[in-house]
C-alpha cells in the first residue's frame, strides 16, 4: 500500500551491490509512476526515468525543455512506486557545474538510485539523432566532478554519459570514458553504440560497469540482452519502449471509437478494473480502513 516499502538508501545500497557481483540490472523505461508497478511485478531489476518520455509526455521535443522540478517530481513520482532502484536521465545535469550540483541534490530527495549526466552542448537532442555536439573534455568532466562533490549518499550510482561517438568515433569514446571514470563517475553509458564490438571496445578500456540504451528507430540495432551480456554490458535501459507501445495502442483506440462509435470490441485488450486495482493494492487500503474495499468487482 501507498507505496516503496524500501528506503531511497536501502534501493541504493541494492543497485550497488548487484553491480558489484556482476548482475545485469535490466531497467525498463516507465511510461508512467504505476507502470513502475508492472516493471517490478515481471522481475526486473530497476526502472529507468527516460528524458525522452518525459518530455513527450509533455508534448515536448526532447531537446532539454523540461526543468530539473519537472524531471525530479516526476523521478519522485516514478521511484514512490517500486521498492526498485529507480535510475533517471538528468540530460545535461541542467546547467553547468554548479547547477549539477543543485540537480544532484534534488534527485537525491526525489528518492532516485541513480542518475546519468551526458556531454551534449545546450540545446541537447536525442542521442540518436544526427547533429549532435558534444562540450570538450574540461566541461564535461567538470560535470562528473560536481556530481561526486554534490552527493550525500555516496552509494547514488552517478553514471557518465557520452555522446562523443557519433562526434568523434570510437577511440574518442574510450578516450572520453577513460577520463569519466578518472573524474569519479561510478559507470558509463556510450550513447549510439554502433555494434556489438564497439561495446567490447569500451568494455575492455574501463573497469566500471557499463549500460546499454536500446531504443528503438535509433543508430543501434536492438541488440538482445544476451548479446549484450555476453559483450560484458551491466546495465540495459529500453527507455521509451513502453510509451511507444501505449501511444501506439491509443491511437488504434481512438481510430476504433470513431469508426465504430465505441470501445467494446477492444474490451478484450483491456487491462481489467480486477487487474488495476490489484496492482494498486486496493485491498491492501482496506486493512487499514474496513470500510474501502468492501464492493465486489462486476465480470
Ligand atoms: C535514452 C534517452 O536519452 C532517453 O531520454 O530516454 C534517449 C532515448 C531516445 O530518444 O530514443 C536517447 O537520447 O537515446
Ligand atoms: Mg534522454
Known amino acids: 500500500m501507498l507505496y516503496s516499502t524500501a528506503t ?6 541494492t543497485l550497488r551491490e548487484r553491480l558489484a557481483a556482476g548482475e545485469l540490472v535490466r531497467l525498463p ?16 531489476e530497476g526502472v529507468y526515468v527516460s528524458g525522452a518520455v518525459l518530455s513527450a509526455d509533455l508534448g515536448l521535443p526532447d531537446i532539454g525543455l523540461t526543468t530539473l522540478t519537472e524531471v525530479a517530481g516526476r523521478s519522485g513520482q516514478i521511484a514512490r512506486m517500486t521498492d526498485l532502484p529507480t535510475l533517471v536521465d538528468a540530460d545535461t545535469g541542467f546547467g553547468e557545474a554548479m547547477n549539477v550540483a ?64 557519433a562526434v568523434d568515433g570510437l577511440d574518442a569514446t574510450i578516450e572520453r570514458a577513460t577520463r569519466l571514470v578518472e573524474a569519479g563517475a561510478d559507470a558509463i553509458f556510450p550513447e549510439a553504440m554502433r555494434s556489438l564490438e564497439e561495446f567490447a571496445a569500451v568494455r575492455a578500456a574501463i ?30 535501459i529500453w527507455p521509451v519502449s513502453l510509451l511507444r507501445i501505449a501511444m501506439h495502442a491509443m491511437d488504434g483506440a481512438l ?28 485491498e491492501a487500503y482496506n486493512a487499514f480502513d474496513s470500510g474501502v474495499f468492501n464492493f465486489s468487482v462486476p465480470g
Do not use: W
Not at 540504451?213 to 546495465?235: I, K, P
Not at 469508426?259 to 480486477?274: A, K, N, S, T, Y
Open 102 to 165: 543543485r540537480t544532484v541534490q534534488e534527485m537525491e530527495n526525489a528518492g532516485i538510485a541513480g542518475l546519468h549526466l551526458e556531454d551534449q552542448v545546450n540545446p541537447k537532442r536525442c542521442g540518436h539523432l544526427d547533429g549532435k555536439q558534444v562540450v570538450d573534455e574540461e566541461a564535461a568532466l567538470r560535470r562528473i566532478r560536481s556530481a561526486v562533490q554534490a552527493r550525500r549518499d555516496p552509494n547514488l550510482l552517478i553514471v557518465a554519459r557520452t555522446d562523443i561517438r
Open 29 to 44: 523505461g516507465a511510461a508512467n509512476p504505476l507502470s513502475a508497478r508492472l516493471i517490478e511485478r515481471h522481475g526486473f
Open 207 to 236: 573497469d566500471v560497469p557499463i549500460l546499454a540504451n536500446v531504443t528503438e528507430f535509433g543508430q543501434s540495432e536492438l541488440f538482445t540482452e544476451a548479446q549484450l551480456r555476453d559483450v560484458g554490458v551491466n546495465m540495459i
Open 8 to 13: 531511497p538508501e536501502a534501493k541504493r545500497a
Open 255 to 282: 481510430g476504433v471509437l470513431s469508426q465504430e462509435g465505441g470501445f467494446e470490441r477492444l474490451v478484450p485488450q483491456m487491462q481489467h478494473r480486477r487487474e488495476l486495482y490489484d496492482l494498486l493494492d486496493y
